[in-house]
T-cell receptor, first 113, second 113 residues
Framework: NAGVTQTPKFQVLKTGQSMTLQCAQDMNHNSMYWYRQDPGMGLRLIYYSASEGTTDKGEVPNGYNVSRLNKREFSLRLESAAPSQTSVYFC????????????FGPGTRLTVT | GENVEQHPSTLSVQEGDSAVIKCTYSDSASNYFPWYKQELGKRPQLIIDIRSNVGEKKDQRIAVTLNKTAKHFSLHITETQPEDSAVYFCAARKVGGTYKYIFGTGTRLKVLA
């Protein structure tokens, strides 16, 4: 099992460019999440998908869109990148049941210049 | 809205001493409280968790306590070692529905040899 995988690991964008961060899990989990991590801010939820076919906004959704392509994959898109979106992005997944825990991917370090 | 406060933001202890990190949550419907350890440049990893029907849980040198009435929970690390140095995050989650997590802002623990 690879667990939760993310691509790319690093990315540099210019202001206004677009890109999609990919996330996949092979644990047959129902729930998937996208977080951003900034120094001193902890992990802030951008979007989440409680189950295949559903997505909901988290704490900081502005400037992002998501797609739950299937049960395995949950992508995060930046349509017009801004310097404020420079961050480390983590994808996570969980079974979405009372006894489940959350597993994180290795992260994507994004810099917007 | 939902909020998790975490203190202190930084903590330095001598090797062999104990460390305590405290979190307070706002949503009384929260009933699952995980703690994550994040080493530099790595993904957060679950180290211990507690559910609201339990007051304390131990795993070797790590323990978590929960006070539902006061809505706070704490991480206790005894006999600290240099490899315990990391950033620790608490989180709170409601069972059912979306299984959305709210994270604290993190505590940077330094264990001094």
């Amino acid at each position: 099992n690879a667990g939760v995988t993310q691509t790319p690991k690093f990315q540099v964008l210019k202001t206004g460019q677009s890109m999609t961060l990919q996330c996949a899990q092979d644990m047959n989990h129902n729930s998937m999440y996208w977080y951003r991590q900034d120094p001193g801010m902890g992990l802030r939820l951008i979007y989440y998908s409680a189950s295949e076919g559903t997505t909901d906004k988290g704490e900081v959704p502005n400037g992002y869109n998501v797609s739950r392509l299937n049960k395995r994959e949950f992508s995060l898109r930046l349509e017009s990148a801004a310097p404020s979106q420079t961050s480390v992005y983590f994808c996570a997944s969980g079974q979405g049941s009372d006894n489940s825990e959350q597993y994180f991917g290795p992260g994507t370090r994004l810099t917007v210049t | 809205g939902e909020n998790v406060e975490q203190h202190p933001s930084t903590l330095s202890v001598q090797e062999g001493d104990s460390a305590v990190i405290k979190c307070t949550y706002s949503d009384s419907a929260s009933n699952y409280f995980p703690w994550y350890k994040q080493e530099l440049g790595k993904r957060p990893q679950l180290i211990i968790d507690i559910r609201s029907n339990v007051g304390e849980k131990k795993d070797q040198r790590i323990a978590v306590t929960l006070n539902k009435t006061a809505k706070h929970f704490s991480l206790h690390i005894t006999e600290t070692q240099p490899e315990d140095s990391a950033v620790y995050f608490c989180a709170a989650r409601k069972v059912g529905g979306t299984y959305k997590y709210i994270f604290g802002t993190g505590t940077r623990l330094k264990v001094l040899a």
